[in-house]
């Protein structure tokens, strides 16, 4: 099993910054694809970011592309999300997940989740 802590959220102004961490233990952390998910009330998890497992590859959502990041680093067993240019509509709850074949909402494992609020 890969055990995931996400931490790095809070409440932002709009057009701020924020840098989420996600934290693994557990099996080898390399042999794991990383993806960020979040969800706002009422709304499905959305897929926002994913990371290969050596994180030479990553791929975003288009709500997020060019303000988003994701970066892993496997010696540490983390991966970072940097978030900038912050909009009210990133409020959300945000995810780490990991799987050894493909990142999905409905597999995989989980973090328990951060809160990011931005305010207008």
């Known amino acids: 099993q890969v055990q995931l802590v996400e931490s790095g959220g809070g409440l932002v102004q709009a057009g701020g910054s924020l840098t989420l961490s996600c934290a693994a233990s557990?099996?080898?952390?390399?042999?794991?694809?990383i993806g960020w998910f979040r969800q706002a009330p009422g709304k499905e998890r959305e897929l926002i970011a994913t990371?290969?497992?050596?994180?030479?590859?990553?791929a975003y959502a288009d709500s997020v592309k060019g303000r988003f990041t994701i970066s892993r680093d496997n010696a540490k067993n983390m991966v970072l999300l940097h978030m900038n240019s912050l909009k009210p509509e990133d409020t959300a709850v945000y995810y780490c997940?990991?799987?050894?074949?493909?990142?999905?909402?409905?597999?995989?494992?989980w973090g328990q989740g951060t809160q990011v609020t931005v305010s207008s």
């Open positions: 990371i290969s497992w050596s994180g030479t590859s990553t």
């Open positions: 557990g099996r080898t952390f390399s042999n794991y694809l």
């Open positions: 997940a990991a799987d050894r074949v493909v990142v999905t909402a409905n597999r995989g494992y």
